[in-house]
Antibody, heavy 120, light 107 residues
Framework: EVQLVESGGGLVQPGGSLRLSCEAS????????MNWVRQAPGKGLEWVSD????????YYADSVKGRFTISRDNAKNSLYLQMNSLRAEDTAVYYC?????????????WGQGTLVTVSS | DIQMTQSPSTLSASIGDRVTITCRAS??????LAWYQQKPGKAPKVLIY???SLESGVSSRFSGSGSGTEFTLAISSLQPDDFATYYC?????????FGQGTKVEIK
């Protein structure tokens, strides 16, 4: 059974940093690209970043480029999102989502999400 | 960036109704479109990928169509479990973009 479990969310002050993790199980992790998608309270879905199966290609939304870094450790079946210079508008539930293939695909499984709150 | 526009934003319907939701892309995305269902407090669930392919385990009451810039999600006979918010997403190019969502409410 495919499982994605996010962790690392919490309350952080503006300008602070946080590192999210997504632990994957039930599938060959390196064969799938992985995504981070967020949802601000009461708002729609916003794609944040994705990384190819072997980690050689990454993409970011303009809203986080230069502040967030996506990475993965295929030996540990884990996906990460390092978030620096956090702003109030980064407050959201952050979901990790599996891509169907190693790159260029839609998603098929999502985690339950982890809440990040940026506030003083 | 490719803009995705859904209509309507809210849809009121009754059990048993056939409903359709439209998603328009600001430029051609071929068939690289997915549809998601989301219920309050839950993660999105994939319904359709590649515009018309039904995700495994999803009810056949859901169907997708379209290509290029105009796409449709149809629910053939609305059931109580279908009241939710629906999103389209293009994955033709980066940044991946979502529509703003369509909330399907009970009439």
């Amino acid at each position: 059974e495919v499982q994605l479990v996010e962790s690392g969310g919490g309350l952080v002050q503006p300008g602070g940093s946080l590192r999210l993790s997504c632990e994957a199980s039930g599938f060959t992790f390196s064969s799938h690209e992985m995504n981070w998608v967020r949802q601000a309270p009461g708002k729609g879905l916003e794609w944040v970043s994705d990384i190819s199966g072997i980690g050689d290609t990454v993409y970011y939304a303009d809203s986080v480029k230069g502040r967030f870094t996506i990475s993965r450790d295929n030996a540990k079946n884990s996906l990460y999102l390092q978030m620096n210079s956090l702003r109030a508008e980064d407050t959201a539930v952050y979901y990790c989502a599996r891509g169907k293939y190693a790159s260029g695909s839609s998603t098929d499984y999502w985690g339950q999400g982890t809440l990040v709150t940026v506030s003083s | 960036d490719i803009q995705m526009t859904q209509s309507p934003s809210t849809l009121s319907a009754s059990i048993g109704d056939r409903v359709t939701i439209t998603c328009r892309a600001s430029q051609s995305i071929s068939s690289w479109l997915a549809w998601y269902q989301q219920k309050p407090g839950k993660a999105p669930k994939v319904l359709i990928y590649k515009a018309s392919s039904l995700e495994s385990g999803v009810s056949s009451r859901f169907s997708g169509s379209g290509s290029g810039t105009e796409f449709t999600l149809a629910i053939s006979s609305l059931q109580p479990d279908d009241f939710a918010t629906y999103y389209c997403q293009q994955y033709d190019s980066h940044p991946r973009t979502f529509g703003q969502g369509t909330k399907v409410e009970i009439k």
